[in-house]
């Protein structure tokens, strides 16, 4: 079956380019102005522009976009790898088409048909702060993998941080994960996550709302957060501040009636402040991956898998287990009745590290990553 986006829906995609940094200075949520009409949103424009004086003609403009214009939009599209579903399409995701103002296209790097494999066995989405701590991320590292592992889809926007993170530890289990972009979906959101972006795309896939080249916008960024809660059978944040933008996505993500989970923290640290407060809120505790499959799937019905830690002999588990039960240093690690000597400690050490189930931090200690 061939997919094509429709003029009428490739218009709409043009005029959310087109309106750019207006919509920055539209007061009321970006999802509400995002399910208004194509009407309403040129007349949004022609209103911007009168008070501005501007020679702009909205409604001229909008009209000229015909089959020209559509076939235009599709050839840059095939140009650099993306492939494109309209909102009319049969195979469009049905959780994005319930959406009052959902992607008339989605832009797909990877393939719209990988995109549906990835959703079909339940996905998670695991957001969070920019800057975390290091408990945040080696918590969104861990999980995401586990989860992975465990057949699921993990979910996030590629920004830096927590959300990296989630992407990261997907790719070390099986590379199922979806990456959310804010723009042009042929492009890396930072562009410091390049090389994170063509793991990502090895496997599984990045998508957007917006045509190639458009630039990532203030608006574009919130908007993200819908679609991220919306293809997600299960949002999960890990760390962020009381105003943190991860709480916009779990606050749209209950309202389009989908679980949200919270990883609890350090009361100490500012990163917690987002998820206890979503935690006295009534949101799910996430201790673990099990948590996570067991509300997406229910209690028990499918069981977490450790990636790498199944393949471990004997005195590599008992390795992990002291390091996960608090042993930091080779020094305390080789105190191990399991261990024969120093020299066999660092060897396991070794194995471990290049395994990926451990990872060496400031002052020489090692933490678990899984």
């Known amino acids: 079956m061939r997919i094509q986006a429709c ?3 490739l218009r709409r995609t043009w005029l959310l380019a087109r309106l750019g940094g207006y919509l920055d200075h539209v007061r009321q949520p970006i999802e509400t102005v995002l399910a208004l009409d194509d009407d309403a949103l040129v007349a949004l424009w022609a209103g ?6 501007s020679a702009e003609r909205p409604q001229q403009e909008y009209a000229r976009f015909g089959p020209g214009a559509a076939a235009a939009a599709r050839q840059r599209a095939t140009a650099v790898g993306l492939e494109l579903i309209c909102r009319c399409e049969p195979a469009y995701p049905a ?11 989605l832009h797909v790097a990877g393939g719209y048909r990988r995109l549906a494999e990835l959703l079909a066995d339940g996905s998670v ?5 920019r800057r975390p701590t290091g408990y945040g991320s080696e918590v969104a590292l861990g999980l995401s993998r586990e989860l992975s592992a465990s057949g699921m889809t993990i979910l996030s926007g590629m ?3 927590i959300d990296s993170q989630a992407h990261r530890g997907a790719i070390l289990a099986s590379g199922r994960t979806i990456a959310v972009l804010p723009g042009d979906a042929g492009q890396p959101y930072p562009r410091s996550n390049r090389a994170l972006y063509r793991q990502i795309l090895r496997e599984g896939v990045a998508v957007g709302e917006l045509g190639v080249g458009v630039a990532v916008r203030r608006w574009s960024l919130l908007a993200r957060n819908r679609l991220v809660a919306a293809l997600a059978d299960l949002t999960v944040v890990v760390q962020g501040a009381s105003r943190s933008g991860s709480l916009k996505t779990a606050g749209l993500a209950v309202a389009y009636g989908r679980p949200v989970g919270a990883v609890p923290g350090s009361v100490l640290v500012r990163q917690s402040e987002g998820p206890h407060g979503l935690l006295r809120g009534g949101a799910l505790l996430i201790r673990s991956a099990q948590d ?3 509300a997406v799937c229910g209690v028990g019905v499918r069981h977490a898998r450790e990636p790498a ?3 471990l002999g004997p005195e590599q588990r008992a390795l992990l287990e002291a390091i996960r039960a608090g042993a930091e240093t080779p020094a305390e690690i080789a105190q191990l009745e399991e261990l024969a000597d120093a020299g066999s400690a660092l060897a396991a050490l070794s194995e471990l ?4 189930c451990i990872r060496r931090v400031a002052g020489g200690r090692y933490v678990a990553t899984v």
């Open 48 to 53: 911007v522009a009168a008070r501005r004086a």
């Open 159 to 161: 920004a830096v941080g």
């Open 292 to 294: 996570a499959l067991d």
């Open 353 to 356: 590290e290049l395994i990926g």
């Open 309 to 311: 830690a199944a393949v």
């Open 125 to 129: 989405a695991i957001v969070g702060t």
């Open 95 to 105: 959780t994005l088409r319930a959406l009052a103002g959902g992607p008339a296209v």
């Open 7 to 9: 003029e009428a829906c």
